[in-house]
């Protein structure tokens, strides 16, 4: 994901703000336009772009919340039905029929005895040169709609006799939802189905399973974000750095004044703006719009979904940016960054200087990923697996890095770099000294040890894998618990000198304190955030703009994943957990409020007129120290 700024101006965006119980009929109206538009083009026999036309809305109907939709579930799922058919003919005029096929299937999932769908899958299954599917469906259209005068010409055309009408004309459908032969094209396989299709079936079922679990949440007096499109990713990644004042104050330090247009600057002050405004504002919502601006968004921007672990490392790394640009250390990296050490040796050494042959790198990692596919169960154990975990990599160059210095050395000379050359030479004798010259390629077992925990500890559960049998991605939805206190111990190894030696003694209790969720499949779904402050055992949901109490056994419950095919968890599960480092007595370092917003940025939105004052909302959190 990479963030784009504009050169100049800033782009102006629509901004959508209609109140929440309104704001799907907003959006319906929306995807109804663009449908509209690809009507026109389809008409015009445009079936490239009218294609593409359709596909949009599917994408702004799939952006529609869960949660926000639930009243207006049979009218989403109406819409996306005839979205689908619409895909499927424009694909079957341009000939393309394995993919109308596809397209047609799709819609005959959410809704198995649609007209147009099955009488249009026939129709490919006849294009395609599959007769007796072909008939099979002429047949089923039949028995549910006698009277479809398109499906008894089609079996007539197939050789049937010209009496089709009478022998269907009194078939009824007894029992509405047959699950026969007949009806098997509708429980085929989604291979060929596209990404649109396949997200918006998702999120429909996520939708259907939302509506099942029942309870609404009571609302709670904090700020929830607005959602513009599909931005629920942003909307919690802005909630973890709210209520974690250490970064709150971090982002406030960076100098924004002189109203910065373009680059990094101006993300952080829109930034700024937003997380103050979050502190006072008495809205129902804050809108996160002038930050997409500065990002240099566009309104297909805000309907397209990113990773949240990946806007999460953009927002830090621009930040971080920020500080060191002023010449500030990039204190973020500190409190969110694992420390990590890479260990290389010769797999199989046949000879004693193979053997000697040994390689430390150390670096760091955000976040901390957890591959449910192979640790399945809960996070302690993954960890335990973790510790010292071995890999194998085959065709390595041991000797790499004292190559390449090599050849910088030759290419600076040339150059007649004399700088270069004395840091080539430096460096190839501490490569000399230190053993370390290598001795070819040969399979390697690398050691993956964690030296020490951060301040802030994000664990992304890796539920998204990939099938390369298939070719497509798919969500591990088994159940994978985690506790609210964590000991990291049995991760760690820890280091007896170099630099990471001075946090030999270092705390390694964890307490939970966000979880992000994701509802859905794959390709579809929904960010929602449940937020404990440190002070507190109450949990909050923000779902967007609306923010709610939860239990903490509720909390948990819903995002372990796993139960049953008829249970909303099926769908929904955590996908990132955020833990803050503790001591036996609560806080290891200090407790601090934090650092007020600039002056310029309250200025600013006062002479807008958009503050209005309400109770604040500041949590504290765990420092490193010195800060």
């Known amino acids: 994901l990479e963030v784009r700024v504009l050169n100049e101006s800033i782009l102006i965006m629509p901004n959508v703000e209609a109140p929440s119980s309104d704001r799907w009929k907003t959006r319906f109206e929306l995807v109804s336009k663009e449908k509209d538009k690809g009507n026109d083009l389809f008409k015009a026999g445009d079936y490239k772009n009218a294609f593409k036309q359709y596909e949009k809305s599917l994408k702004l109907l799939n952006a529609i919340s869960i949660e926000e939709a639930n009243e207006a579930f049979p009218q989403k799922q109406l819409l996306a039905v005839n979205l689908l058919n619409n895909l499927a003919f424009t694909c079957f005029k341009s000939e393309k029929f394995s993919e109308s096929l596809e397209h047609c299937k799709e819609a005959l999932r959410t809704d198995e005895t649609n007209e147009k769908a099955l009488y249009r899958l026939g129709l490919c299954y006849k294009q395609l040169g599959e007769t007796d599917q072909a008939v099979d469906n002429f047949k089923r259209v039949l028995q549910l709609y006698p009277q479809n005068k398109d499906a008894q010409k089609a079996l007539r055309d197939a050789g049937f006799a010209d009496n089709v009408t009478n022998k269907f004309s009194g078939m009824l459908l007894k029992g509405s939802r047959s699950t026969s032969s007949a009806n098997g094209a509708a429980e085929a396989s989604s291979g060929g189905a596209s990404v649109a299709t396949r997200a918006i079936r998702e999120n429909l079922e996520a939708m259907r399973l939302s509506m099942l679990s029942g309870a ?3 609302p709670a007096p904090l700020v929830g974000i607005k959602n513009e499109g599909a931005t629920c990713y942003l909307n919690s990644v802005v909630q973890i750095m709210f209520h974690l004042p250490v970064v709150r104050s971090l982002i406030y330090s960076v100098d924004t004044t002189g109203e910065p247009k373009t680059g990094k600057r101006s993300v952080v002050l829109a930034l700024q703006t937003l997380l103050y405004r979050m502190e006072q504002t008495g809205s129902p919502g804050a809108s996160a ?23 999460m490392s953009v ?32 797999e199989k050494p046949s000879t004693p200087k193979q053997g000697q042959w040994r390689k430390e790198q150390l670096s760091v990692t955000f976040p901390l990923n957890i591959d449910l596919d192979e640790h399945v169960g809960d996070l302690e154990s993954a960890l335990a697996a973790m510790k010292d975990r071995k890999d194998s990599i085959e065709g390595f160059n041991t000797s790499f890095d004292y190559e390449e210095w090599q050849r ?3 290419v600076s000379h040339a150059q007649g770099d004399l700088a270069r050359v004395e840091e080539c030479l430096r460096k190839i004798r501490e490569i000399e000294d230190g053993g370390n010259v290598g001795v070819g390629t040969h399979v390697v077992q690398r050691t993956t040890q964690y030296r020490h925990g951060p301040p802030v500890l994000t664990f992304r559960l890796q539920r998204i894998q990939f099938d390369f049998d298939s070719g497509s991605e798919y969500k591990v939805h088994s159940r994978f618990t985690f506790p609210t206190r ?35 499949g794959s390709l579809g779904g929904h960010y929602v955030i449940y937020v404990r402050p440190h002070d507190s055992d109450q949990w909050y949901k923000f779902d967007d703009d609306r923010v ?45 409020p934090p650092t007020p917003a600039p002056a310029h ?18 949590f504290r959190v765990a420092l490193p120290d010195g800060m």
């Not at 621009?318 to 040796?345: E, H, N, Q, S, W």
């Not at 990471?500 to 992000?516: D, K, N």
């Open 216 to 218: 609404t949440a009571r």
């Open 601 to 618: 940025v309250v200025e600013a939105l006062r002479a807008r007129g958009d503050l209005e004052p309400v109770l604040p909302c500041s």
């Open 486 to 520: 964590l000991e990291l111990g049995g991760l760690l190894t820890r280091a007896t000198e170099g630099p990471h030696a001075a946090y030999a003694g270092q705390p390694t209790g964890y307490r939970l304190t966000a979880m992000v969720t994701h509802i859905g």
């Open 289 to 311: 719009l002038d930050l997409m601006r500065s990002f240099g968004w566009d309104e297909e921007d805000t309907v397209t979904q990113h990773d949240v672990a990946e806007m």
């Open 315 to 346: 927002l830090q790394e621009t930040v971080g940016d920020c500080l060191k640009d002023a010449g500030l250390p990039r204190r973020i990296d500190d409190i969110f960054y694992i420390p990590v050490c890479y260990i290389d040796r010769v």
């Open 548 to 592: 709610s109490y939860v239990e903490e056994a509720e909390a948990l419950e819903v995002n372990f994943g796993g139960g049953s095919a008829a249970s909303p968890t099926t769908f929904r599960s955590a996908y990132l957990l955020i833990y803050l480092r503790v001591d036996k007595e609560g806080f290891h370092y200090g407790l601090v």
């Open 408 to 410: 910088l050395l030759r």
